[in-house]
C-alpha cells in the first residue's frame, strides 16, 4: 500500500483511528475526514509522528458536497485517489414501539445515505484508479437482535449495496469490499441515540468479547489489500454470522434467550 492514496471516514476515533496508524505506517498517503476537527488533527499528528503521511478534511457525511470536499482535498494534494473506507457511522438503540420515525431516519441519514453519499463522491477517482471501495458494516447486518432494528436496518441495506456495488463494478477493475466487524474497542457503545459521545456511559459488552482496534485494523488492511469480497473481523462474530447463514433456528433460540427489553429499554436521549 505504500504511496497509495486512501481516504477514510469517521477516523477521528475507534477502527477509523486504527485504520489511519495501520495505514500510515505502511507508507499510504491518508486523507482522514470526520466531523470533530480537534480530535482528528490529533490523529494526523499521529500518524505524522510515526513518519505516516496524512492530511485532515473535515467533514460530515450527512451534509452534500462534504464528501467531495474529501476527495478535492486528495486529488490536489496527490493527484489521485485509490482506496475509500467509509466508516463513519452511529447506532441507534431501542425497541421499536419506543423508537420514532424520525429515530429510523436519522439512523440511516448517517450510516447509510451517509455512505452512499461517500461512495457517489469518490467513484469518479476510483474507476480512474481501478481501486478499493470498502464499506464498513457490521455482524448486525446479519444478526438483528431485540432492541437494535435502527442500526440492524441499516446495516443489512450497507450489505445490501456492497453486494450490489460489487456486481456492477467488478468489470471495471473496482474491488468491493464489506466489512462485518463485531465487539471492536471504540467510542460506538458510548454514544447517544444522536450520535453524541457520552464520556460517563457504562460499557454494555463484557471485555473479554471486545477485540483491541489494532487488530481490527490490522485485519481490514489485509482484506481489502487482497480485495476480498467480505471480512467478519472478530472470532464471536464469525460463530455469529455462520450461525445466521447455516442454523437460523438455532439463532432464533439465541436471541429469544435475550433479556426482556420491554422491562429494559437502552433507548438513550440527549
Given at each position: 500500500?505504500?504511496?497509495?492514496?486512501?481516504?477514510?471516514?469517521?477516523a477521528?476515533?475507534?477502527i477509523?483511528?486504527?485504520?489511519a496508524?495501520?495505514?500510515?505506517?505502511?507508507?499510504?498517503?491518508?486523507?482522514?475526514t470526520?466531523r470533530?476537527?480537534?480530535?482528528?488533527?490529533?490523529?494526523?499528528?499521529?500518524?505524522?509522528?510515526?513518519?505516516?503521511?496524512?492530511?485532515?478534511?473535515?467533514?460530515?457525511?450527512?451534509?452534500?458536497?462534504?464528501?467531495?470536499?474529501?476527495?478535492?482535498?486528495a486529488?490536489?494534494?496527490w493527484?489521485?485517489?485509490?482506496v475509500?473506507?467509509a466508516?463513519?457511522g452511529?447506532?441507534?438503540?431501542?425497541?421499536?414501539?419506543?423508537?420514532?420515525?424520525e429515530?429510523?431516519?436519522?439512523?440511516?441519514?448517517?450510516?447509510?445515505?451517509?455512505?452512499?453519499?461517500?461512495?457517489?463522491?469518490?467513484?469518479?477517482?476510483?474507476?480512474k484508479?481501478?481501486?478499493?471501495?470498502?464499506?464498513?458494516?457490521?455482524?448486525?447486518?446479519?444478526?438483528?437482535s431485540?432492541g437494535?432494528?435502527?442500526?440492524?436496518?441499516?446495516?443489512?441495506?450497507?450489505?445490501?449495496l456492497?453486494?450490489?456495488?460489487?456486481?456492477?463494478l467488478?468489470?471495471?477493475?473496482?474491488?468491493?469490499?464489506?466489512?462485518?466487524?463485531?465487539?471492536?474497542?471504540?467510542?460506538?457503545?458510548?454514544?447517544?441515540a444522536?450520535?453524541q459521545?457520552?464520556?460517563?456511559?457504562?460499557?454494555?459488552?463484557?471485555?473479554?468479547?471486545?477485540?483491541?482496534?489494532q487488530?481490527?485494523?490490522?485485519?481490514?488492511?489485509?482484506a481489502?489489500?487482497?480485495?476480498?469480497?467480505?471480512?467478519?473481523?472478530?472470532?464471536?462474530?464469525?460463530?455469529?454470522?455462520?450461525?445466521?447463514?447455516?442454523?437460523?433456528?438455532?439463532?432464533?433460540?439465541?436471541?429469544?434467550?435475550?433479556?426482556?427489553?420491554?422491562?429494559?429499554?437502552?433507548?438513550?436521549r440527549?
Amino acid at each position: 500500500m505504500a504511496d497509495e492514496v486512501i481516504l477514510i471516514t469517521g477516523a477521528s476515533s475507534g477502527i477509523g483511528a486504527a485504520l489511519a496508524a495501520e495505514w500510515g505506517q505502511r507508507g499510504a498517503h491518508l486523507v482522514l475526514t470526520a466531523r470533530r476537527r480537534d480530535r482528528l488533527d490529533g490523529v494526523v499528528a499521529e500518524v505524522q509522528s510515526a513518519g505516516g503521511t496524512a492530511i485532515a478534511v473535515e467533514c460530515d457525511v450527512t451534509r452534500d458536497g462534504d464528501p467531495e470536499k474529501a476527495v478535492a482535498a486528495a486529488v490536489s494534494k496527490w493527484g489521485r485517489l485509490d482506496v475509500v473506507v467509509a466508516n463513519a457511522g452511529f447506532g441507534v438503540s431501542g425497541v421499536f414501539e419506543s423508537l420514532t420515525i424520525e429515530d429510523y431516519r436519522r439512523q440511516f441519514e448517517t450510516n447509510v445515505f451517509g455512505l452512499m453519499r461517500t461512495v457517489k463522491a469518490v467513484l469518479p477517482e476510483i474507476l480512474k484508479s481501478r481501486g478499493r471501495i470498502a464499506l464498513i458494516g457490521s455482524v448486525a447486518g446479519y444478526v438483528a437482535s431485540a432492541g437494535t432494528s435502527a442500526y440492524a436496518m441499516s446495516k443489512f441495506a450497507v450489505r445490501g449495496l456492497a453486494q450490489a456495488l460489487r456486481c456492477e463494478l467488478c468489470g471495471r477493475g473496482v474491488a468491493v469490499t464489506h466489512i462485518a466487524p463485531g465487539f471492536v474497542e471504540s467510542e460506538f457503545r458510548l454514544k447517544d441515540a444522536h450520535g453524541q459521545l457520552r464520556p460517563n456511559a457504562a460499557e454494555n459488552v463484557p471485555a473479554w468479547l471486545i477485540v483491541p482496534a489494532q487488530t481490527a485494523a490490522r485485519a481490514i488492511v489485509r482484506a481489502v489489500m487482497r480485495r476480498q469480497r467480505e471480512a467478519v473481523i472478530t472470532g464471536h462474530g464469525k460463530v455469529l454470522v455462520l450461525i445466521a447463514r447455516h442454523f437460523p433456528r438455532l439463532l432464533d433460540l439465541m436471541l429469544l434467550r435475550q433479556p426482556a427489553w420491554r422491562e429494559r429499554d437502552l433507548t438513550q436521549r440527549a
